[in-house]
C-alpha cells in the first residue's frame, strides 16, 4: 500500500505471522526503498514481496487539465498551498527499483497497473525472484501469463485504493465483483490466483478459497492496526459513520481509485479528469496540508468496500485471527452443506 500505509514493521510483523507482507514502492525514491528493504530484513527472515508501479501516462487533454487546476484555486487557497507542478515523463524511477530489487534479490516483487515486459519476469527469474502481476480482467491476466509472470494478484471492483488496470482510464460499465471475476481469470489461465478486494475477515478469505484463489490479499483490513502507517484520521474515518460509503474517483489522482466518500471526492469527482500522474502531482499539496491539519475531507481516504468491518489490532495478531476465522468458517459451511436436504449426510 504506496502514500505510507505499508511500513516495514507492517510488513514485517505479517510476513513474521505467516501471511505474506508487501513493501510498496510507489511513490518512494529508490533510496528510501532500500532503507525499508534493510529495515524488513532485520525484523523476519520470513518471505516478503515489493510492490512496484508499472509507468503508464493517461492519454490527457491538456485543456481539460487546466480547467482542473483553475477549478482546484479554491482548494489550493483553502489549505495555503501552491498546487503541484507534474514533472514531464514521470515513471516513479521505473529503471532504478528494478535494478536495485534485482541487485536486492527479494523473494517476491509484484507489479500493478500494467505488465511487467518479458524481459523484466526473466531478469527477476535469473536472480530467483517470483513475479506477481495484478489484473482486474481475463484480458490482463492472459497477458501476464503470456509474460511469464508466476502467480496473479485478481483485483475485484470492491478494493481500496487504485484499480490496477492496465489502461489508467476508467472502465466503461460496471466492474464485474471479485467472485465471478475470479471464475473468469480461473477459466482464462492456468496460474495460481490471490483474490483482492473488500475481504476484511475469515469468512471471506474462506470464501475465495473455495472460490478457487490460492491466497487472499488484504489491504484496508490492516490499516488500522497499530504498523500501519495510514493517518491516524484515515484511520478513524474507516469506522466513522459520517464516512460510511465509498466512491471510486479521478478527484486525487485522475487514474480510478476507491476511498471513503468526502468533501472532496463530493465536489471534484464529477470534474476530475482521467490524466495519471498529472492530476496525483496536481493535488498532492492539498492533500499534504489536509492531512497535517488534520483534515479528513481534503485527504485520500483510501478504503475498500466493508471497511467499517476493519479492526484495531496489532498486525501479527490480525493475521492469526484471520486464519483461525478461515478456518472456522470452512469447518461451518461443510456443516452446513451436509445439511442440505435429500443430500447425504442429512439429518433427520
Ligand atoms: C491505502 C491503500 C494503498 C494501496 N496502494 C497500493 C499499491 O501501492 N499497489 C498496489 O498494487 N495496490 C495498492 N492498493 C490496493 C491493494 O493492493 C489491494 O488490491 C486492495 O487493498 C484490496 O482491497 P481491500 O482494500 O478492500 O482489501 C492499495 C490499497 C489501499 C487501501
Keep these: 500500500m504506496a502514500g505510507g500505509a505499508s511500513t516495514p514493521a507492517l510488513v514485517g510483523e505479517v510476513s513474521a505471522a505467516g501471511g ?28 516478503f514481496g515489493v510492490n512496484v508501479f508499472v509507468p503508464a501516462t493517461s492519454a490527457t487533454d491538456p485543456v481539460a487539465l487546466d480547467r482542473y487546476r483553475l477549478a482546484l484555486a479554491g482548494e489550493a487557497q483553502r489549505y495555503g498551498v501552491t498546487l503541484g507542478d507534474p514533472p514531464v515523463g514521470d ?18 516483487v509484484s507489479f500493478t497497473f500494467g505488465c511487467p515486459s518479458p524481459s523484466v519476469v526473466d531478469r ?17 491476466a492472459r497477458a501476464c501469463s503470456r509474460a511469464g509472470v508466476d502467480v496473479l494478484v485478481v483485483q475485484g471492483p470492491e478494493a481500496g485504493g487504485h484499480r490496477a488496470s492496465f489502461t489508467p482510464e476508467p472502465s466503461q460499465g460496471n466492474g464485474v465483483g471479485l467472485l465471478p471475476l475470479l471464475a473468469e481469470v480461473r477459466d482464462a489461465v492456468d496460474l495460481d490466483l490471490i483474490a483482492a478486494g473488500g475481504i476484511m475477515d475469515g469468512g471471506a478469505v474462506a470464501a475465495v478459497l473455495a472460490a478457487g484463489a ?99 489490532l496489532p498486525a501479527r495478531r490480525l493475521v492469526e ?28
Excluded at 20 to 47: E, H, N
Excluded at 91 to 108: I, S
Excluded at 234 to 255: E, K, N
Aim: proline fraction near 6%; charge should be positive; glycine fraction near 10%.
Design 20 to 47: 505474506l507482507g508487501f513493501l510498496a514502492a510507489g511513490y518512494r525514491s529508490p533510496a528510501d526503498l532500500r532503507a525499508d528493504l534493510v529495515q524488513v530484513r532485520a525484523r523476519t527472515g520470513a518471505l
Design 91 to 108: 515513471t516513479d524511477g521505473w529503471e532504478e527499483k528494478l535494478a536495485l530489487l534485482v541487485e536486492e534479490r527479494v523473494p517476491l
Design 124 to 140: 527477476f527469474h535469473e536472480v530467483g525472484t517470483a513475479v506477481v502481476g495484478t489484473v482486474t480482467s481475463a484480458d490482463e
Design 214 to 312: 490460492g491466497a487472499a490479499q488484504l489491504g484496508t483490513a490492516f490499516l488500522r492496526t497499530p504498523e500501519s502507517g495510514a493517518h491516524p484520521r484515515h484511520q478513524a474515518a474507516l469506522v466513522d459513520p459520517r464516512f460510511s460509503s465509498t466512491s471510486v474517483t479521478l478527484a486525487f489522482s485522475g487514474r480510478p481509485a476507491r476511498g471513503l466518500t468526502n468533501r472532496f471526492i463530493r465536489e471534484y469527482g464529477n470534474t476530475a479528469p482521467s490524466a495519471y500522474p498529472q492530476v496525483h502531482h496536481l493535488t498532492v499539496p492539498i492533500r499534504k496540508a489536509a492531512a497535517a491539519a488534520g483534515d479528513p475531507d481534503g485527504m485520500a481516504l483510501w478504503a475498500g468496500q466493508g471497511h467499517r468491518f476493519t479492526r484495531d
Design 321 to 348: 485471527v484471520l486464519a483461525a476465522e478461515a478456518a472456522e468458517a470452512a469447518v461451518l459451511t461443510a456443516g452446513r452443506l451436509r445439511r442440505v436436504p435429500g443430500q447425504p449426510g442429512e439429518s433427520r
